[in-house]
């Protein structure tokens, strides 16, 4: 009887190991990912990608533990994090349904993701958008990411990246899709008191669709004279090719930048305006700070053609020292092929000085005088 039952107690014993290695074997992933994401959460630069591609390996099965450590407050946890999932979008690709599900489960917790890992879903999505595939995405995976980009953009620590994110977004979107959410980004972008918020903003100023937005650009100009160097540089690559908004007056206080970048940048923006090495030299001149040097263009007036001629005394004219708008109002008067009278009578009603409004009627006068005697000769 002993002997009936301790063979029993051995088929039970049996069996119960059976059911438990059944049941280890099923949760191995479970539990593989629980023990390599938290090796790979608290790893460094040089065993970070061990850990990461073993993760990976575990593909889907990997993404809960990931987006969990997002809750994070360490960056270089939230950092790890990123960079693993970087991986699996592009082993999957950009219309992965396993792409979709995650983007779709980082909307649904992103407001619970802690900031930095907020900020890493940002350079995540980033990344994703940035892979080569057909353009437009599919509008499940661009609703998503917009809603978590909007989302984003409202927290002040995350605003430049939302808005880096927005300038790969509006490249992925049908026609005509998110643009006005996207405007309404960059318009706030533009006036941010961060350096780098400007910077995402003019980033996204010089993408898609938003390159056709008259006032975003026309709020971009005032970024080329920015108080830091990096602001301007990103302002003058988005809008060196803007000739229609844009003029080339505009570029010139840049031609003497402290920043050796920036003048090479602004004499490259200019030559791509069809300006010749003489025009930049006098460029050179009318936008130096000291009066006495823009004076000197003065004596380059008489070999320059009709349409130089013109847009050179134009812009002297506007020149804020009086003594230079007075030199620039007696050529205007000097050069009788030129045609200024449109100035001059600007100048004769509202300059501030009053000789030189003096002077300026004095030469609209002589104007009409001139043609007056032009027509009876006839």
């Given amino acids: 009887m002993n002997k009936y039952f301790g063979k029993k107690k051995n088929w039970v014993t049996l069996a119960f190991c059976v059911v438990f290695a059944g ?14 994401v938290r090796q790979l959460s608290f790893a460094y630069l040089e065993n970070r990608e061990t850990w990461a591609k073993r993760v990976v390996r575990l593909d889907e099965y990997a993404v809960p533990r990931l987006l969990q450590q997002l809750h994070s407050q360490d960056a270089l946890v939230c950092g790890n994090m990123q960079h693993t999932l970087n991986l699996l979008a592009h082993q999957w690709g950009t219309t992965d349904p396993r792409s ?22 940002l350079f995540f999505l980033t990344k994703y958008l940035q892979q080569d595939a057909p353009k437009p995405l599919p509008p499940a995976i661009t609703q998503n990411v917009c809603e978590i980009l909007l989302n984003a953009e409202s927290k002040i620590e995350l605003r430049s990246g939302a808005l880096f994110l927005a ?15 996207l405007r309404a980004v960059a318009d706030r ?31 971009a ?61 006098l460029a050179r001149m009318i936008s ?53 009278t449109d ?17 300026a009627q004095h030469y609209l006068q002589q104007r009409a005088i001139r043609s007056a005697n032009l027509r009876i000769h006839r």
């Avoid at 979709?100 to 879903?121: C, D, N």
Wanted: aromatic share 6%.
């Fill in 100 to 121: 979709q599900r995650l983007i779709e489960r980082m909307h649904a917790q992103f407001e619970m993701f802690s900031l930095p890992g907020q900020e890493k879903t």
């Fill in 343 to 359: 100035r001059l009578r600007e100048m004769a009603q509202h300059d501030p000085s009053e000789t030189i409004r003096q002077n």
């Fill in 288 to 340: 130096h700070k000291e009066p006495a040097v823009r004076l000197n263009i003065l004596h380059h007036l008489p070999h320059m053609s009709e349409l130089n001629l013109a847009e050179w005394l134009r812009q002297l004219s506007n020149d804020t020292e009086s003594a230079v708008r007075a030199a620039a109002v007696r050529a205007a008067g000097d050069f009788a092929n030129v045609d200024l």
């Fill in 23 to 36: 049941f280890v074997w099923t949760q191995k992933e479970w539990a593989l990912s629980w023990y390599y």
């Fill in 167 to 181: 300038a790969e977004l509006v490249d992925c979107v049908a026609p005509g899709q998110w643009v006005a959410e």
């Fill in 189 to 219: 972008g533009l006036a941010e008191k961060f350096p780098n918020t400007r910077i995402a903003a003019l980033h996204l100023v010089k993408r898609g669709p938003m390159k056709h937005e008259r006032a975003l650009l026309e709020k």
């Fill in 221 to 281: 100009i005032p970024l080329l004279t920015d108080r830091t160097a990096t602001v301007r540089r990103a302002a003058i690559l988005a809008l060196a090719g803007e000739t229609e908004i844009v003029r080339e007056e505009h570029f010139l206080p840049l031609l003497h930048d402290d920043d050796i970048e920036l003048q090479y940048l602004s004499e490259m923006a200019l030559r791509r305006r069809n300006l010749t090495d003489d025009d930049i030299k």
